[in-house]
């Protein structure tokens, strides 16, 4: 068994203080292409995993606003 370092996770720049945040785990994505996602209100709950690919196009959609106002 390998021991696996904890993910150092980044909140959204676009968060602001309300609690209501996206943390994502950016250091992972060179080794493992994989983007580890979470909520900052639940840190020890469950973590997305999307691939780079997938993480971007999210981040595509959000910015140009494809998903509608909060």
Not at 17 to 42: F, H, L, M, Y
Request: net charge neutral; with cysteine.
């Amino acid at each position: 068994m390998t021991d696996t370092p904890s993910p150092l996770w980044t909140k959204s720049s676009y968060s602001g203080s309300g609690g209501s945040c996206v943390e994502w785990a950016p250091a992972q994505v060179p080794t493992t292409g994989i983007v580890p996602v979470r909520d900052s209100k639940n840190p020890g709950g469950p973590v997305l995993h999307a691939s780079s690919t997938a993480f971007a196009t999210f981040v595509a959609g959000v910015k140009s606003g494809d998903f509608g106002a909060a």
